[in-house]
């Protein structure tokens, strides 16, 4: 499909999702999915300033089977601020899929936890809760770098320079996007 022909397909998405990255989210995007067109290119469009990377990862992941099962474009069109899980969301679409409106910026960021260790009781279950907050944190941050791997997938962007700039909140205006290749094109 010739890109002005895509162009015109994105200033009528089918799938508008806003707010915060939760099960209130997910709910609406299937309720919306759910009333698209069997025919594609099916648009979908979110602004964001992020939530939980879990739910965009659901979201993601059923754009992924449908695309994989049904042959169906899906494209991804982010507007004014698409944070932390929306850039989560992103990841699951191809780059040639990734279209930011102009003055969008992207945040990326590694994951985060805040959690209370307490140690106290028989010295077997001290140890087990220990090495049970260890073994959370090395799958987060194998889900982490899953994530950032499937992001720059496509672009001019290395593993080392995402995972190097995530802990400072890397935000990303939509022309840099465009520069490094995270998207297709601004709008």
Same mark, same amino acid.
């Not at 040639?96 to 077997?124: A, W």
């Given at each position: 499909? $010739? ?9 009528? $998405?089918?799938?508008?999702? =806003? ?7 997910? *709910? ?5 999915? !759910?009333? *698209?067109?069997? %025919?594609? $290119? ?5 602004? @964001? #300033? ?12 059923? &754009? ?17 601020? &698409?944070? =932390?899980?929306?850039? %989560?969301?992103? =990841?699951?679409?191809? &780059?040639? *899929?990734?279209?930011? @409106? ?7 960021? /590694? ?11 028989? #010295?077997? %279950? *001290? ?5 049970? @907050?260890?073994? /959370?944190?090395?799958?987060?941050? !194998?889900? !982490? ?11 001019? &962007?290395?593993? /080392? %320079? ?13 022309? !840099? ?11």
């Amino acid at each position: 499909m $010739p890109d002005s022909d895509r162009y015109a397909l994105l200033a009528n $998405p089918h799938i508008r999702l =806003s707010g915060a990255v939760d099960q209130d989210m997910y *709910c609406s995007f299937r309720q919306q999915l !759910e009333a *698209c067109p069997a %025919t594609g $290119p099916i648009i979908i469009t979110i602004t @964001t #300033l992020g939530g939980d990377p879990e739910v965009a990862r659901m979201m993601g992941d059923d &754009v992924r089977l449908l695309r994989e099962q049904s042959g169906l474009a899906m494209m991804f069109l982010g507007k004014i601020a &698409v944070y =932390s899980a929306g850039a %989560t969301f992103m =990841s699951f679409f191809p &780059v040639d *899929c990734r279209f930011l @409106t102009d003055t969008t910026r992207l945040m990326i960021h /590694e994951r985060q936890i805040q959690k209370t260790v307490n140690v106290n009781g028989p #010295l077997r %279950t *001290c140890g087990a809760t220990l090495k049970a @907050t260890l073994h /959370e944190i090395e799958h987060s941050i !194998e889900i !982490e770098e899953e994530g950032f791997r499937a992001i720059i997938k496509g672009s001019k &962007v290395n593993f /080392e %320079t995402i995972r190097d700039r995530a802990p400072e909140n890397w935000y990303i205006d939509c022309r !840099e996007a465009l520069k490094l290749g995270l998207i297709h094109d601004v709008i």
